[in-house]
């Protein structure tokens, strides 16, 4: 099974909404990373987390790392066709290993 | 520009015969990795190196080989392809393995084992 469950695994929204993924690990992470992937390119960082509780931003994209260090969010406001693609969050399972990624989510934008 | 190159992008090569992919990075990172994508799947580590001469095996690593002679180079090695090897690949590159650290990827090799 899946290390790293995310949800939902596809997404289709309106151009202008929010919408929010998900990652959920059983075990608590020492870092989380959020990647985003073109279909068939290299995947693109997005952000990292580190502590419990932590948020960070860039332009409309809002990521959260629960205080267990076990769940994360990422958020998209007002999204648009240029947000499509697919997510993939990754995460460390110790401080030296190696990292580990989820099934990924795919969002598609409808302008 | 800070990058990772993959060659080829493409590739269809038939089952047995050997091949390479090549993974290059120019900033001067000392951890780098392989990993295949597969659909439903995810990312999986093939292989990963922490630094020159110092190599060590992934989640699914049969089938493939790997070299670090150069911190710049991590070629992945498929002595003898099968169908099953069939996947789109990834070498990424990291200041250091996991650890709170940013990590590079190139733009991926499609091979396609027939």
């Known amino acids: 099974s899946q290390e790293l469950e995310q949800s939902p695994q596809s997404l289709i929204v309106q151009e202008g909404k929010n919408l929010t993924i998900n990652c959920t690990s059983s075990k608590t992470l020492y870092g989380l990373y959020w990647y985003k992937q073109k279909y068939g390119e290299g995947l693109i960082f997005l952000m990292m987390l580190q502590k419990g509780g932590e948020e960070k931003s860039h332009e409309k994209i809002t990521a959260k790392l629960d205080e267990k260090k076990q769940q994360s969010s990422l958020h998209i406001t007002a999204s648009q066709p240029s947000h499509a693609g697919i997510y993939l969050c990754g995460a460390d399972k110790t401080s030296y290993d190696k990292v580990i990624f989820g099934p990924g989510t795919s969002l598609s934008v409808i302008p | 520009e800070a990058q990772v190159t993959q060659n080829p992008r493409y590739l269809i090569t038939v089952t047995g015969k050997k091949l390479t992919v090549t993974c290059s990075q120019n900033?001067?990172?000392?951890?780098m990795s392989w990993y295949r994508q597969d659909p439903g799947l995810g990312l999986r580590q093939i292989y990963y190196s922490m630094n020159v001469e110092v190599t060590d095996k992934g989640d699914v690593p049969e089938g493939y080989k790997v070299s670090r002679k150069e911190k710049r180079n991590f070629p992945l090695i498929l002595e003898s392809p099968s169908p099953n090897q069939t996947s789109l690949y990834f070498c990424?590159?990291?200041?250091?393995?996991?650890?709170?650290?940013?990590?590079?990827f190139g733009q991926g090799t499609r091979l396609t084992v027939v």
């Open positions: 900033m001067n990172h000392e951890y």
């Open positions: 990424a590159s990291s200041l250091a393995a996991g650890a709170n650290t940013e990590a590079f």
